[in-house]
């Protein structure tokens, strides 16, 4: 049996590299985050990690609760830059937002003529993102983008032609009409592999047209019955806005009450930064 494990980290350093941050990330993982870190094999593991420098250029984490606990230093100029544990560090030191850890999440999960769906485009830059990981010579893979909005599909369209290829292009089908409609566009003989969702209002938009808790629930239940095993729901929320704490709570409902034995859900959130984006990631087994 699964158990969740809570992973809390209070970071302490100078201002200058960890900005006095402290990250919250809760797991229901039989496993660690990183074997780098530590190597328990307990079902249930808590888990209090430190930062420290005493050096301008880089900082140690100390892992404890494990069987052991470990020092390991991380640099700035680190020849693993670019790892998936130099930017879950790079976010705990303020150096990486929430969207950019998404998208090297995504870059372990999409690969080359996989279907993906992007079910609020906004100004593109995720569907773009997307493209770039399903794209490639045999022109299968699909990217099927969505938004309530005419004006956030020409912005993304926008971006499109500016970075992506004629031939790149033409894998992305873009629709406007709401996420919890997701379904009427994917064709039933497509696995999909991933569904990203980057929810609240358009960026540079009106701030009253947002995405609404009833119909991103309705969303994520259509996401999870078109995802494919080994597939992911990637979801940034944002609780600062009118609505936005409402949808996080209705997202955490949901991501909670998926069976453990073929889900694994975590929650990412900087705790002294209250209105900072959510960011949750569920794996289908």
Aim: proline share 4%; net charge neutral; glycine share 6%.
């Amino acid at each position: 049996m699964l158990f969740v494990e809570s992973i809390q980290m209070n970071l302490s350093s100078y201002s200058s590299i960890l900005a006095r941050r402290m990250v919250q990330c809760e797991w229901n993982l039989k496993f660690s985050i990183s074997p780098l870190l530590f190597s328990s094999k307990k079902s249930t593991i808590s888990i209090a990690a430190f930062a420290s420098s005493s050096e301008l250029n880089g900082a140690s984490i100390s892992v404890a609760g494990a069987e052991s606990s470990s020092s390991i230093p991380f640099f700035r100029d680190s020849p693993i830059s670019g790892s998936m544990e130099q930017v879950m560090v790079e976010y705990v030191f303020g150096r990486k937002k929430a969207t950019e850890v998404a998208h090297y999440v995504w870059k372990h999960i999409v690969q080359k003529g996989d279907a993906v769906v992007d079910a609020t485009c906004g100004n593109g830059y995720d569907t773009l993102a997307l493209l770039k990981l399903v794209a490639d010579k045999t022109r299968r893979g699909r990217v099927y983008g969505m938004d309530v909005q005419k004006i956030a599909l020409e912005s993304t369209s926008s971006l499109l032609d500016q970075f992506a290829s004629p031939d790149e292009k033409e894998l992305v089908e873009l629709f406007v009409m709401s996420h919890s409609q997701m379904e009427d566009i994917v064709p039933n003989d497509v696995a999909v592999r991933l569904v990203a969702f980057n929810l609240g209002y358009l960026p540079g938009g009106d701030k009253k047209i947002i995405t609404r808790s009833e119909t991103t629930v309705l969303a994520l239940e259509a996401a999870k019955r078109i995802l494919a095993p080994g597939g992911l729901i990637s979801i940034v929320t944002y609780v600062g806005h009118p609505g936005g704490r409402e949808e996080f709570e209705k997202i955490e409902e949901f991501a909670s009450g998926l069976p453990v034995e073929a889900w694994n859900c975590c929650k990412l959130h900087t705790l002294n930064r209250p209105l900072a984006p959510m960011l949750l990631f569920l794996f289908k087994r």
